[in-house]
């Protein structure tokens, strides 16, 4: 059997409506498609004047739609007056089988005009492959929800108030080509989170199928008791799809040359989840200690001192260190009070799976012979009760300061002094002769006008230092923009160690990433992978030189062929593109970002 065409461009469905001039047509690029590409439909009204409104078009089980824009075409030839407006609508298919998008009605000059229906079908296999290939039923089965859907969970459905619990997001998707994934977003509704890190990437069989698996992993805190509900989860990302282009009759319908003017285009995609169900449960009062502060979950506590032998007024360093399973960041350190020590300020600090405490207590008296125990208490779920840590007391030696030392103790000034009869002083030769005889001796040295041009460039590099340091704070566009070349160069160096690892999808998906990164970095727009119809609109809005463009759209064909149209790329190719990577940024460096 004949291989069946993927798409029939231009193929006008229904018949045009004529009355006082005007006609209205809708047609679409194909009627038959497959689950993985996409139509245009175009909505035409010729011979009219006024200013016409794009429709809303109905929705249908099985099919989605994204209005492109409208184009608009008038003409006046030999006193005739003709025009044409065009509404654009991509046209997604969501699962297979056969669909009819019906009768289209739109006003125009006062008047209803309707289009006749147009029937769409909606294959699972590539349409080169024949009818015989799946069956029917089978054909009805499959939509893109079984190749692609999400995940939310936790291992546990019953938890306390304050615990730290395990949250997994996990999206599947089987042979299709998903790209620019987000990180997830979701409602939090009575709890706190973590961020989420990046996430990984693995296959997985699931029922007899496989997946590629993207796995986001982080952790919840539940802040209050209750059936709570966490999310809806939401996660956009984008399908990659085959555009026909609109000629595909006469000589350039050969296979050659429709494949030759295909392109990769991105269609969004959005995936929703149910709510997670989960029951918390209050903490007990009952064994609560009075020094409790809310601290949840399997923890260990540890402290030390140091020096153990001191003098009244030296300092004594306080460590203390909780460690373990729980929410560290709002896990409040013990408060460490005696009236017998002057204390300071504690310095805290987060580590990894710990929080650490450093604080200076200062001895007042010898007859202090320990610091005092210190104690921590948490509530560990995994044995529903409550733990108390107790550490110390410390033995300290404090020694009495000697004669003459007694003010080496810091903050204290109401010490006892030694009586010291003063020495007889000339102040005027002290204060005022030998001071101005000592400055004229040096303002006369060399080594004193150096000093002088020394501070003066300090402290005008300080300046311009803190300056720039400023305006990297407050203007995030300068400061991506100075980063936009780092990040590149990563990207290059990245590129050449897979290039020489003979890597090739690794390779393109690095050139892509540099690429749209920088043009996101250097002209400030919102981070993550630009698309290409994203990146052609900046570079226009930008008045990028046409030939820069154009070899900005080949760099994004040529990784887009690899990545996901399975074209294969010689080191030769390889080392070209990377050429072309490095000029291709050199020549946008010279653009400065015009505001729009």
């Known amino acids: 059997m ?4 993927v798409f029939l461009c231009a193929l006008a469905i229904s018949l045009p409506v004529w009355a006082d001039g005007v006609r209205v047509e809708s047609t679409i690029s194909a009627t038959k498609i497959s689950l993985k590409d996409a139509a245009q439909l175009t909505l035409t009204v010729r011979g009219s004047k006024d200013t016409i409104q794009p429709v809303e078009l109905p929705k249908i089980d099985g099919l989605e739609w994204r209005y492109i824009g ?3 075409r008038i003409s006046i030839t030999n006193g005739q007056y003709s025009s044409e407006h065009s509404f654009v609508y991509n046209v997604f298919p969501t699962k297979v089988g056969h669909f009819e998008i019906p009768a289209l009605t739109i006003m125009v000059e006062g008047q209803n005009y309707t289009t006749q229906p147009i029937e769409v079908d909606v294959s699972d296999a590539p349409l080169e492959a024949t009818d015989s290939d799946t069956s029917e039923e089978q054909k009805q089965s499959e939509n893109i929800k079984d190749r692609m859907f999400m995940t939310v969970s936790s291992p546990r459905g019953l938890v306390y108030a304050g615990e730290k619990v395990p949250l997994r997001i996990k999206v599947y998707v089987s042979a299709l080509p998903v790209r620019n994934l987000q990180m997830p977003k979701l409602e939090k509704n009575g709890f706190t989170m973590d961020n989420f890190p990046q996430p990984q990437q693995y296959p997985e069989a699931l029922n007899g199928l496989k997946y590629d698996v993207v796995d986001f992993a982080t952790h919840i805190y539940p802040s209050k008791a209750g059936d709570l509900s966490l999310g809806p989860v939401q996660i956009e990302g984008s399908l990659l799809y085959k555009a026909q282009s609109g000629n595909t009759n006469g000589f350039f319908s050969d296979d050659f040359f429709r494949n030759f003017f295909d392109s990769y285009q991105e269609r969004p995609l959005t995936l929703n989840s149910e709510p997670l169900r989960i029951k918390v449960l209050p903490l007990p009062q009952e064994g609560k200690p009075a020094d409790f502060s809310g601290a949840v979950g399997q923890l260990d506590f540890t402290a030390s ?12 360093t306080l460590n203390m260190k909780i460690s373990g399973n729980a929410n560290l960041k709002s896990t409040q350190m013990p408060l460490f009070t005696d009236s017998r020590f002057k204390t300071y300020d504690p310095q805290i600090k987060d580590e990894e799976n710990a929080k650490a405490l450093e604080q200076v207590i200062v001895p007042t008296s010898d007859q202090i012979t320990e610091v005092p125990a210190i104690k921590f208490s948490y509530f560990d779920p995994s044995t529903g009760a409550y733990k108390t840590i107790t550490q110390g007391p410390f033995p300290v030696k404090v020694m009495a300061p000697k004669p003459g ?3 080496k103790a810091i903050g204290f000034v109401d ?13 005027v030769q002290k204060y005022l002769k030998a001071p101005v005889q000592k400055a004229m001796s040096l303002v006369k040295t060399p080594r004193f006008w150096w000093f002088v041009l020394s501070l003066w460039i300090v402290g005008g590099g300080w300046f311009l230092w803190v300056k720039f340091r400023e305006r990297l704070s407050r203007d995030t566009a300068f400061a991506r923009r100075l980063s936009a070349s780092k990040h590149a160069q990563q ?9 020489r690892a003979g890597k090739t999808k690794e390779f393109y998906d690095t050139v892509f990433k540099t690429v749209s990164r920088y043009l996101a970095d250097h002209f400030n727009r919102p981070a993550g992978n630009l698309t290409w119809d994203e990146a052609r609109v900046l570079l226009q809005e930008q008045q990028i030189a046409p030939e820069i463009a154009e070899a900005v759209k080949a760099m994004y064909n040529n990784c887009d062929l690899v990545l996901f149209a399975g074209a294969s790329a010689d080191p030769t190719r390889m080392s070209e593109d990377l050429v072309k990577l490095q000029r291709l940024i050199t020549q ?5 970002p015009i505001a729009h």
């Open 588 to 592: 946008l460096k010279g653009y400065n």
């Open 415 to 427: 010490l006892p002094q030694a009586t010291v009869k003063p020495e007889p002083v000339d102040y």
């Open 2 to 5: 004949n291989r069946v065409i």
């Open 405 to 407: 030392e007694e003010f």
């Open 70 to 72: 409208p184009s608009t």
């Open 491 to 499: 990207g290059i160096k990245q590129a050449q160690e897979y290039l």
């Open 305 to 316: 001192i140091g020096p153990k032998g001191v003098k009244v007024g030296d300092p004594v």
